[in-house]
Structures are given as structure tokens and as C-alpha cells.
């Protein structure tokens, strides 16, 4: 995906709730037949571990003929994660990967030096087009930021499940619960989707540096406080949490290692440097990134 100017989130510490330091609240904003709720950044919290953009797409049906397109476009410095609900988008870059992603799978791009890249609703499911899932980018650790780009896709049934006690989850990336995903993360990573049926109690335990909940359905309650969907919330560090399910609750639990030091975003770049940023935007702008494989139209560079 790339960056859409978008309302950055309003964020404020809860009154009192002493397991959660901040509660995020993300503003819709249409992009042209679906809404996209952007939690991070936000105005108080940049970053959840190595999470520096959190949006979510949808749920949304297209009309007849219209789908997502969003035209190749750079990015450097990050992974991406793009993990459906609803839909499918079809990924084009600039290695060559050509790769379909239905929900339950994962794209897993790292642009590291950079990578160009576009998504589009396939041609063939133009009719009533489904779209709702979230993407995000994790930001890579210094050491990492010059990486060779890479492409890996993984269907669903690599992924690691577990279920029980009215929690049915998925590891998207990292690790959670005693499982790890295959996902290739640069740093310790926390990404589950879970689903608790009403009722259900979900510790989350402390073993990630930094941790925090998004609420995609249903209404989840923390030390007494209930939080509605589209919050994000961010947990304080080094205690377990108990999260209680108010009817069928489907959240995502995400978070780390706390970065190695702020990042610079301006657009679909990510770096600790401002003048790398800098070089990004000259080398988009003069055609130096390769060009992405059967996509030849592409999203220029924004000019401020
Ligand atoms: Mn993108």
C-alpha cells in the first residue's frame, strides 16, 4: 500500500485505566470507495515496537468495475505486512514477484534499499469487489535499513494457529503465546489475530517490550474500561494484561522490541536519516528504482 493522506490519529492517556498508557483513535477517511481508519503514527505515539504505520482498509464492497488500484509507487526502510479479511489483491514489484493475497495469507515485502511496488483489485473479481484487512509497516532496525529487498508470500497454512478457551489465533508475524510465524522479522515482533468469543478472559503477557491491542470488532474491557472498535490502545510494559470479550470480539495484538531510535516518514519512506529520505525522493523522482513488472503506470512523487 502506499501512504494516503489521511487524518493522523488523536491519541490521550485513558483516565483511569492504569494497564493502558494511551488509547488511540484512529479518524475514517474515504479513498475512493472505502474508508481507511490510520492508527499509527498518531499524535502522541509513533511507533508499537517496530510498528510505524497501522491502517486499516475497509470492510468495503465496491460498485460494479471498480476495485483498489494503487499504482507502483517506492519505498525504503520497512517491511510491509498486508493481511486480509475480506478480498484479494493482486502484488506486482520490482523483482519480478507476481503474487495473488486472499485472507488468511500474508505479503511480506521488505524494502530495506528499496523496492517499488503495486496492488490492485485482479481484473476478474471487478464485480462487487470485497476489501478489508490491515496494513502496516514495520520499521527496520538501523542495521538493517540497507537490506537487499525481498518478496516472500506465505499462505495460510504455513502460519502458526492456535485455539482454545474461546481464543481462536493466528501468528501473522513473530512471536505470541509460544508460537512463531515464518515471517522473516529483522527484530522481536509481536503480530496475532484473534478472535474470543463473548465472554471469553485473553491474558497477553509481558514478554514483548512493547505491546499493543487494535479492536477490529466487538468491545473489549481492561481493568474495568471498555473499548470499542477502531481502538487502539497501547498496553504498559512488563505486566500481564487481562482483555475481557463484550460479545464476539475479533482484535489484533501487536508490538516488540522499541526501536533502536525515531525514524524519519515523509510519504512511503522509512529511515533513521533525513538526508537518506532525501536521496529516496531524488532517485523516485529521476526513475532510478527499477521498474515494477507488468505495471507501467506509477504514483508520482508528492510535492510537499
Ligand atoms: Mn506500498
Request: glycine fraction near 10%.
Amino acid at each position: 500500500m502506499s501512504w494516503q493522506p489521511a487524518d493522523e490519529a488523536t491519541a490521550a492517556p485513558p483516565t483511569d485505566c492504569p494497564p493502558v498508557e494511551t488509547v488511540i483513535v484512529p479518524r475514517s477517511r474515504d479513498l475512493g470507495g472505502f474508508d481507511v481508519r490510520r492508527a499509527l503514527p498518531s499524535t502522541r505515539r509513533k511507533m508499537i515496537g517496530p510498528f510505524i504505520f497501522f491502517d486499516q482498509m475497509g470492510p468495503a464492497t465496491f460498485a460494479p468495475g471498480k476495485g483498489i488500484d494503487v499504482r507502483p509507487h517506492p519505498h525504503i526502510g520497512l517491511s510491509t505486512v498486508t493481511w486480509l479479511i475480506e478480498g484479494e489483491i493482486m502484488h506486482r514489484d520490482s523483482l519480478g514477484s507476481i503474487q495473488a493475497i486472499r485472507p488468511g495469507a500474508v505479503n511480506w515485502m521488505t524494502a530495506g534499499s528499496g523496492i517499488a511496488h503495486s496492488e490492485r483489485t485482479p481484473d476478474e473479481l471487478r464485480s462487487g469487489a470485497k476489501l478489508y484487512g490491515l496494513q502496516t509497516w514495520l520499521a527496520l532496525p538501523k542495521a538493517h535499513e540497507e537490506t537487499a529487498p525481498r518478496f516472500e508470500h506465505f499462505s495460510a497454512d504455513r502460519l502458526p494457529t492456535f485455539e482454545g478457551n474461546g481464543v481462536e489465533a493466528t501468528v501473522i508475524a513473530g512471536t505470541g503465546w509460544g508460537k512463531r510465524s515464518p515471517v522473516g522479522v529483522f527484530t522481536d515482533t509481536l503480530y496475532v489475530d484473534m478472535r474470543l468469543t463473548d465472554g471469553t478472559k485473553l491474558t497477553i503477557p509481558p514478554e514483548h517490550e512493547e505491546r499493543g491491542v487494535y479492536v477490529l470488532a466487538g468491545e473489549i474491557e481492561i481493568a474495568g474500561d471498555r473499548f470499542g472498535v477502531g481502538s487502539m490502545l497501547v498496553l504498559r510494559p512488563d505486566k500481564p494484561v487481562d482483555v475481557l470479550a463484550h460479545g464476539a470480539v475479533h482484535l489484533v495484538a501487536l508490538g516488540g522490541a522499541t526501536a533502536d531510535g525515531p525514524r524519519h516518514i515523509w510519504w512511503n519512506f522509512v529511515s533513521s536519516s533525513a538526508e537518506r529520505i532525501e536521496q529516496a525522493k531524488a532517485d523516485w523522482k529521476t526513475g532510478r528504482f527499477d521498474p515494477v513488472v507488468d505495471d507501467d503506470e506509477f504514483i508520482p512523487l508528492p510535492e510537499n
